[in-house]
């Protein structure tokens, strides 16, 4: 199930020069140092679970969600918030009279469940905030109402139950007319050993990605950006019959059937990794020594291709920012990375052999593309 590798082209002639992810008002340099510290200061609180009798996993640590250990089975917690993407829902409701936020449900839950999902737990619980600059957001009913379906439906799919949530309106907090969309989600690793926090992982697995439907949720501020130096912004065509913005608005795929699945079929994780902020460095995510050369890319979608080009961005540009075809990283032993696809296809999501894990500093190696992430490329603990 290879692919060939395409690289993003150079900026047209349309663009105004490169549009970086900082110009964008995302910069990593200033928000990763502030998330250490408080990774830091939270790792000394862990120690008042003893008083219930519980610990932690330390080796949660740092990861996309955080592990108890409860005894007979383990409990994983994850929070997580949508970000920019419903401006882009807001502004094709603008200009066609459609509703996205369905989609845009689904969005929000998978930003927490496909990291929940990475340490090998099985989503129990979802819990809604969705905080409005002031309560006449309510006022559009369709919108409101096809956030709750969509929000049932993505719990459906994931056989999760909707626990509640919280509904605040914050008029000078978050803009009038505005939501802020976000959720937790609590999950069980049963059995224990189905934990993935990478202590097995080693050199000689393989790494499968499991495709991506589109941008996913990370890089929305950038491709908003990008939309305001488009002749015609969101309704910019970028594949036949199918615009920029509508485009952005395909929903975030839901990996837990995958993950579920695999555990059903007997495929055992060794690590995963959620391919979001920091696009392809995530694969870089584990704290071990291992270089990562991969093989086969997957197809790149034609909106990310768009973004890339239009943006003026190389391909280490975009890898190291976007998730260009690759949505989720499993890192499995390799005598079962050929069932891995076939269960991931099984469930809907196409999803390659792309490389293996080697001896080696650490260092993430993109060999189609000639391209080499060091460790210092993601900096998260």
């Known amino acids: 199930m290879s692919a060939p590798a395409t690289q993003p082209s150079p900026a047209s002639p349309s663009s105004s020069g490169t549009l970086s992810y900082e110009q964008a008002g995302v910069r990593y340099e200033l928000i990763d140092p502030l998330k250490v510290a408080a990774q830091r200061a939270a790792a ?38 949508l970000g920019s993407k419903v401006l882009v829902a807001d502004a094709m409701k603008a200009l066609t009279g459609r509703s996205f936020y369905a989609a845009i449900a689904q969005d929000t839950i998978a930003m927490a469940i496909n990291d929940l999902v990475t340490v090998g737990a099985t989503p129990l619980v979802v819990q809604a905030y969705w905080a409005a600059g002031g309560s006449e957001w309510f006022e559009d009913h369709e919108r409101a109402q096809a956030l709750v379906a969509g929000w049932k439906v993505a719990c459906d799919r994931c056989r999760v139950a909707w626990g509640g949530g919280e509904t605040p309106a914050l008029a000078g907090i978050v803009e009038g ?125 034609p909106v990310l291709e768009f973004v890339a080009r239009e943006a003026g961005h190389d391909a280490e540009q975009a890898y190291g920012t976007l998730n260009m075809g690759a949505g989720f990283g499993l890192f499995v ?47 998260l603990r």
Request: net charge neutral.
């Open 44 to 81: 000394a609180t862990g120690t008042h679970l003893a008083t219930h009798g519980f610990t932690e996993v330390a080796a949660s640590r740092g990861e996309s969600a955080y592990v108890v250990d409860v005894g007979p089975f383990h409990l994983a917690s994850i929070v997580e918030c």
């Open 333 to 379: 032993p390799a005598a079962q990375a050929a069932r891995t696809v076939e269960v991931a296809a099984a469930c809907g999501v196409p999803a390659w052999v792309a490389g293996g894990v080697h001896d080696g500093p650490k260092r993430l190696l993109i060999e189609p593309l000639s391209l080499q992430f060091d460790a210092d490329a993601l900096t």
């Open 177 to 301: 007319g505005r939501i802020d969309l976000a959720a937790s989600c609590t999950g069980i690793v049963n059995p224990k050993e189905r934990l993935s926090l990478g202590e097995h992982l080693a050199p000689g697995d393989a790494i499968v990605l499991l495709a991506s439907s589109g941008i996913h949720a990370n890089g929305l501020s950038l491709a908003r950006k990008l939309a305001e130096r488009l002749p015609r912004g969101y309704l910019t065509e970028v594949a036949p019959g199918c615009s920029y913005g509508e485009a952005l608005l395909a929903p975030t795929t839901l990996y837990s059937p995958v993950t579920e699945a695999l555990w059903a079929a007997g495929v055992r994780v060794h690590y995963a990794a959620n391919i979001t902020g920091h696009g392809w460095r995530k694969l870089l995510r584990h704290p071990g020594r291992f270089t990562y050369r991969i093989h086969t890319l997957p197809p790149v979608p």
